[in-house]
């Protein structure tokens, strides 16, 4: 089965997401702030993170470079 982590601050723009890209063979995680989800990459491991620009605690640029440290995959 197939993780996918939907990272952003807009409730309705996370719920789209999940609901368009949900299927029987993916597990849809979501985080809003950019800490959630780091937490939820050490935690959850997902196989994939779309992951918005804008967050409020800082920017998706450099959760980015902060999931990679984490799983360099």
């Known amino acids: 089965m197939t993780t996918l982590l939907i990272v952003d601050d807009e409730p309705h723009v ?34 994939t993170v779309l992951l918005d620009i804008r967050l409020p605690d800082k920017s998706g640029l450099v959760a980015f470079e902060e999931i990679r440290q984490i799983d360099a995959r």
């Open 14 to 47: 996370r719920y789209s997401l999940s609901k368009a890209l949900a299927t029987d063979d993916c597990t849809i995680l979501t985080a809003e702030t950019a800490a959630e989800a780091i937490d939820t990459v050490r935690r959850e491991q997902p196989d």
